[in-house]
């Protein structure tokens, strides 16, 4: 048995070492670790006092020796380098009185091959007095060692690729939400967005049961949080408002099967600011059955949003006013001959005195005169509301009044009037005037041809101003 064992057997004497040990005892030691720190050459001397007595043939294989000989003359060669702190520790055990020790440690074969090993030892029954049999079981480990560090370091890459990723990454655990998916299929349910529709609340209690097992630096950065307890802790602030109906669009997709999906979503971060991400989630290989291991990552697309709604805000917007542009005017005109409401008003406006302001002052007098007539028009509208205002020219104007009649249309006239009146009042200088022209349109009615008339009235009431103008002038020079 011994010596067709699997594993290497040693058998060995060690009756020299406990003679030694009780010498140091009487000499006065009693903490062998403080007497090897003393002078580390102890350990050597008790190394010598171990007498190989026998070894099996898996031994000889292990460390590639032809014979025990061969294998005891060259034991300087298995027992030595990164093997010393453990040898302490197990000389320690026999000093504290163990019968037996066990180890994780290093040998080395003959050819000088690193073998990563488990000691065990036991002083034979019979032989716990002098320690004359001790067996020494050995067994050869290396494979797993490398197997264990190659896991180890192939999981700090995974962690550290995790870790420093440059999105915001969320190991979630979503096995709680796939029992619910599972608790109405059983109740029989068949079309989900129709269940979601009649039970809104599920959606809230599905986001409630998410459990989030990790995040990565990323993601604190990205919320505006210190720590990781912070922001698990103030997970309603972060996925709240707009975030509910795309989460519910995450459910119907799951309860269709579909493990990875991706869309734009809405968060907030922790000091309120609205984030605009791309939602990545997949369930990990190995999980699908459970679904409690759900990488989500967050793509930050909030300035690209903010870049892409001001491209499109100059696409529809006069830079200098602030008001809707010619474009915008053009398309909305031919959306409400399509759709209405009726009746529809429509208000021409000219600035009075442009070309005169920049002759005076130069175009930065004109600009001064053209902004304040969109702060006029902009309090006029609501930015809510039907109606809008255009600049729609050099010193054109127009407002677009979907739903009010003539006489509606002519009081929000007059409150322009009181608005401007308002406006020269606090500015001073040179006042703002409009000629303006309204026109009122019913449904079936040809709108170009409404504004035609609204040009008409205005371009009227601008005839009129000047000759105003001109009366007063000669007036003053009278």
Not at 49 to 71: F, I, K, P
Not at 119 to 140: K, M, T
Not at 222 to 238: Q, S
Not at 400 to 422: C, F, I, K, N, Y
């Amino acid at each position: 048995m011994f010596e067709l064992a699997p594993v290497s057997l040693w058998l060995e004497d060690y009756s020299d070492l406990k003679r030694l040990f009780e010498r140091w005892r009487a000499e006065g030691v009693r903490d062998l670790r403080v007497h090897f720190r003393e002078d580390p050459a102890r350990v050597a001397e008790c190394s010598r006092c171990l007498q190989v007595l026998r070894v099996n043939r898996r031994t000889l294989e292990l460390y590639g020796a032809s014979s025990q000989d061969e294998l005891v003359a060259n034991l300087a060669q298995v027992f030595r380098d990164d093997m010393f702190d453990q040898h302490v520790e197990e000389l320690a055990q026999l000093w504290e009185g163990h019968t037996d020790f066990s180890s994780q440690t290093v040998n080395y074969s003959l050819l000088g091959k690193r073998l990563a090993i488990v000691l065990r030892a036991n002083v034979l029954p019979g032989h716990e007095h002098d320690w004359s049999r001790v067996l020494l079981a050995v067994e050869d480990i290396t494979d797993r060692s490398r197997a264990e560090r190659a896991l180890r370091a192939s999981e700090q890459h995974a962690k550290g690729l995790f870790e420093h990723s440059p999105v915001s990454l969320w190991l979630e655990d979503f096995s709680s939400i796939q029992r619910l998916l599972g608790e109405v299929r059983a109740s029989g349910v068949e079309d989900f967005r129709v269940f979601l529709d009649v039970h809104p609340d599920f959606v809230t209690r599905c986001m409630q049961e998410i459990r989030v097992i990790d995040i990565n630096r990323q993601t604190l950065a990205m919320f505006r949080a210190p720590d990781k307890y912070t922001l698990l802790g103030n997970l309603d602030k972060v996925f709240r408002d707009d975030m509910r109906p795309h989460f519910a669009e995450q459910l119907a997709e799951l309860w269709a099967g579909k493990l990875h999906q991706q869309r734009e979503v809405v968060n907030y971060a922790l000091d309120g600011e609205k984030l605009h991400v791309v939602l990545q989630l997949s369930v990990l290989p190995g999980h699908e059955q459970r679904w409690d291991q759900v990488l989500v990552s967050l793509t930050d697309i909030t300035a690209r949003k903010k870049a892409e709604a001001y491209l499109e805000y100059l696409g529809k917007h006069d830079v200098l006013t602030g008001l809707r542009n010619r474009a915008f005017f053009t398309e909305e005109l031919n959306r409400l001959e399509r759709k209405g409401p009726w009746p529809l008003s429509i208000v021409m406006m000219d600035l009075n005195g442009l070309k005169a302001a920049n002759d005076d002052g130069g175009h930065q007098a004109g600009d001064a005169l053209l902004r304040r007539v969109g702060e006029v028009l902009n309090k006029l509208v609501d930015p809510g509301g039907r109606a809008t205002a255009s600049r729609i020219g050099g010193d054109e104007f127009a407002l677009l009044l979907p739903g009010l009649d003539s006489r509606q249309a002519e009081q929000q006239v007059e409150q322009l009037h009181e608005l401007l009146a308002l406006n020269n009042q606090f500015h001073g200088g040179t006042p703002v005037s409009l000629s303006i022209g309204v026109a009122t349109a019913q449904e079936g009615d040809r709108l170009e041809s409404v504004v035609h008339r609204a040009d008409e009235r205005m371009y009227a009431d601008k005839r009129a101003y000047y000759v105003r103008q001109d009366k007063d002038r000669r007036a003053t020079n009278a």
